[in-house]
């Protein structure tokens, strides 16, 4: 009989403390980074000088700076670990479902010099109970801002070359916690010749202990209300 096995489970459930029955809470303070590599799948990205494509590229920095940062027992959430199509939209579904406390999102580039910056240019907008879905991020600008802030020190003080940059993107504007996209590009000597392309292993391993240490910094920081 088994509605009878039903309903004795259900009794037993029902003498259960209401504790046992809920998952346990997560920590108030659990640290989550979203690492998110650009592309993938049918995007490609760019083109890199040796070859490669931007989205194998950005898949590599996304595993070196994860396993520095879970080194640090930071939990790091990735929007993918392989060679797979992401919308924009899906990727701030990740990022929002992580309840992540920042995202950076990873691309490479074969132009311009050492690490592109790039936040949101969405104006900043107080935050609602219901935000609107592509222009999220409008009440995170300000947290983004502060995030860029402190990868641009540490960047620096690793003895990278920083610029600093908004512009719409589709991902993060959606994305509901600071949001900075970072684009490794070739380290370059005064007179423009590349002393490093952006997927050699040693600058790729420079710049991710960098992110990690800004990463660890902007953690540090108190919060704004
Ligand atoms: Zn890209």
Request: charged share 15%.
């Amino acid at each position: 009989m088994r509605w009878i096995e039903w309903a004795l489970a259900g009794a037993v459930l029902a003498a259960l403390p209401a504790a046992a029955q809920q998952p346990p809470a997560a920590p108030a303070n659990r640290f989550v980074v979203v690492l998110d590599a650009a592309h993938g799948g049918t995007d490609s990205g760019g083109t890199l000088a040796s070859g490669q494509l931007e989205k194998t590229a950005a898949l590599t920095l996304s595993v070196r700076l994860r396993s520095l940062l879970t080194a640090r027992s930071i939990a790091v959430v990735t929007t993918r670990e392989f060679d797979t199509t992401l919308d924009p939209d899906r990727r701030a579904a990740i990022a929002n479902h992580a309840n992540a406390q920042l995202c950076l999102s990873l691309h490479i580039s074969e132009s311009g010099s050492g690490i592109h910056l790039f936040v949101s240019s969405l104006a900043p907008a107080q935050s609602k109970l219901f935000m609107p879905w592509k222009t999220a991020q409008a009440a995170w600008i300000t947290r983004s801002l502060a995030l860029a802030g402190a990868l641009n020190a540490t960047l620096l003080h690793a003895g990278l070359n920083v610029t600093l940059g908004r512009t719409s993107l589709p991902g993060l504007d959606s994305m509901t916690c600071p949001a900075v996209a970072v684009e490794l590009a070739p380290e370059r000597a005064r007179d423009g010749t590349v002393t490093a392309e952006p997927d050699d292993a040693t600058y790729q391993a420079k710049a991710a202990a960098a992110l990690a240490a800004a990463v660890l910094e902007f953690r540090s920081e108190p919060r704004q209300p």
